[in-house]
């Protein structure tokens, strides 16, 4: 079945540091890929998202690449600051007819001055 | 344009009540999907909800339930609460159409089983 693989957190860094969280999926077809993210008490929030193979998502400094021939959608961000701590789940869906969304089981990002 | 809405945000019920949740997508939006969020299965689709009609479900017992109303607003229900069933509920809106993809989530309500 589909599904989506993280690594596992938490990611610890210094600010200023790049940032990657890594990203496979299982999928059959051309799914839609997003990086959600959720900061302390609150819900989700999209962060970015990807539709097609090669698609480059990117927001806030964030990005992501849909890469189909490694299954692959990394977050990466050149210089992280304190503000970037939270927990950031990648996800998948098939649009069209549904909404569901497929999460990974999410990586948290400790950012420290 | 006013987000997601949940209402209550936080709720403590005890074993074998039952309990009703409430969201409130964005105006103008048709779709609306719940999760549940736990620390050992993250994140699981509940249901998803279309023009008052259930257009997906999840792997959940029959003790969860849910509907939509005319206005889009949704509930679900869960009967007979379990200590499992402890967890944040996300609600979560889109637009429904077969090109949107983006989805706003609800700050969440976080139930509590005692």
């Known amino acids: 079945g589909n599904s989506v693989t993280q690594m596992e957190g938490p990611v610890t860094l210094s600010e200023e540091a790049f940032l990657t969280i890594n990203c496979t999926y299982t999928?059959?077809?051309?799914?839609?890929l997003f990086w959600y993210v959720q900061y302390p008490g609150e819900g989700l929030q999209l962060l970015l998202k990807a539709t097609k193979a090669d698609d480059k998502g990117s927001n806030k400094g964030f990005e992501a690449t849909y890469r189909k021939e490694t299954t692959s959608f990394h977050l990466e961000k050149g210089s992280v600051q304190v503000s970037d701590s939270a927990v950031y789940f990648c996800a998948l869906n098939y649009p069209g007819g549904t909404d569901k969304l497929i999460f990974g089981t999410g990586t948290r990002l400790q950012v420290f001055p | 344009k006013a987000g997601v809405t949940q209402t209550p945000r936080y709720l403590i019920k005890t074993r074998g009540q039952q309990v009703t949740l409430s969201c409130s997508p964005i105006s103008g939006h048709r779709s609306v999907s719940w999760y549940q969020q736990t620390p050992g299965q993250g994140l699981q689709f509940l249901f998803e909800y279309f023009s008052e009609t259930q257009r997906n479900k999840g792997n959940f017992p029959g003790r969860f339930s849910g509907r939509q109303f005319s206005n889009s607003r949704s509930e679900m229900n869960v009967s007979t609460l379990e200590l499992g069933d402890s967890a944040l509920y996300l609600c979560?809106?889109?637009?429904?159409?077969?090109?949107?993809?983006?989805?706003?989530f609800g700050p969440g309500t976080r139930l509590t089983v005692t």
């Open positions: 999928a059959t077809g051309y799914p839609s």
């Open positions: 979560a809106s889109s637009p429904g159409t077969a090109i949107s993809y983006e989805q706003y």
